[in-house]
């Protein structure tokens, strides 16, 4: 570790077995500029940038140095962005935590991909399942959707099965994407292994759902599964494009 490091220790929620990241800027004399709820066990009830010893930071935990994404600042530079705000107000696991900080520190731009792991896997979700409600209603007065599978084979699935099973992927690909980041995989890494999660769970989920059709209704379930993840996380990736570009239209 030294001056104008990222650090970064594990923690968890409270009352719970998940863990997360907390962030700080190593100033290089022991101590380190983190921002923190004043009470963590109560995030939502704000808090502020703080300079504590670096065994308070660490609370116990091994410290790990983050270096993604790049940092735009010196080290100096970083300590001193760092160092300005020590007493500001405010906090929010959110829109203002730790690693927003930290990433405003050494590269200007505020950003948390704790943050941006979750809110993009909840919007992911909530475009599945209304592509599995689109899908019933385009099938009209049908109770059931057939999808045709690469071994020929037919499976009939219904909300009660697209539906659940699109969570359930969704959440597969939660965890282990965020397990994946929190070990200190880049984001490219971590987003993959959601990406398998989830493909696995949900092709999973629907070869349980051909088992009346036998083994090759189990194993259409299977493609069947994959293929509709897959699709999906296309039309995800494509739509996050288009919109990337209309914001960037927009700024010009």
Known sequence: MAKGNRLRVERRFAGSTVTYMHHG??????????????????PLAGGSVVRTSLAEFAGGSPVLVTTEPQAAFPPEEIV???????GRDGYCPMVDNCEHFVTWCATGARASRQVEIV????GSAAKRVAAAVSARVAAGAAERLVVRT???????VGLKTLVPAAIVAEGAALAAEWTAHQAGRSA??????????GLATSAATLALAGIPGGP???????????AIWAGGSLAFHVWN???????ASGTR
């Open 216 to 226: 090759a209704g189990m194993v259409g379930g299977a493609l069947a599964g994959a």
């Open 241 to 247: 494009h288009s919109a990337g570009r209309s914001s």
């Open 119 to 122: 809110i993009g896997r909840i």
């Open 188 to 197: 490219a890494e971590s987003r993959m292994a959601g990406e398998s999660a």
């Open 80 to 86: 001193d962005r760092a160092l300005s705000h020590v």
């Open 150 to 156: 690469a071994v020929g084979t037919s499976i009939r």
């Open 25 to 42: 800027i190593d100033v290089g004399d022991g101590t380190v500029v983190h921002a923190r709820p004043a009470n963590f066990s109560r």
